[in-house]
């Protein structure tokens, strides 16, 4: 059974730094791409940037030069550093998996709170 578990959300003044992180347990992790999403009361859910198995990243327009995303294979995590934060940001951020060349992320965790004050 695939559990995907994120942390390090919080409450953070705008122009400030997070990093998430999300554990992978019950999958090959290597094989599969990664993904981080958000979603804002009100809004849907976003894809905010994903990676590759081969380490090939995408990030959305509104985070690109200010997220980055990365993967450990030996410790089963990715990573989502994000750096001069806006309170735009603020939403709840949730990391999901899928197989290389389908479309649909297929599991996903229960998400973490982030927060930017402005």
């Known amino acids: 059974q695939v559990q995907l578990v994120e942390s390090g959300g919080g409450l953070v003044q705008a122009g400030g730094s997070l990093r998430l992180s999300c554990a992978a347990s019950?999958?090959?992790?290597?094989?599969?791409?990664m993904g981080w999403f958000r979603q804002a009361p009100g809004k849907e859910r976003s894809l905010v940037a994903r990676?590759?198995?081969?380490?090939?990243?995408y990030y959305g327009d509104s985070v690109k030069g200010r997220f980055t995303i990365s993967r450990d294979n030996a410790k089963n995590t990715v990573y989502l550093q994000m750096n001069s934060l806006k309170p735009e940001d603020t939403a709840v951020y949730y990391c999901?998996?899928?197989?290389?060349?389908?479309?649909?992320?297929?599991?996903w965790g229960q998400g973490t709170q982030v927060t930017v004050s402005s």
């Open positions: 019950g999958l090959p992790f290597s094989f599969y791409e």
């Open positions: 990676i590759t198995n081969g380490g090939s990243t």
């Open positions: 999901a998996q899928r197989q290389p060349g389908t479309v649909r992320f297929s599991s």
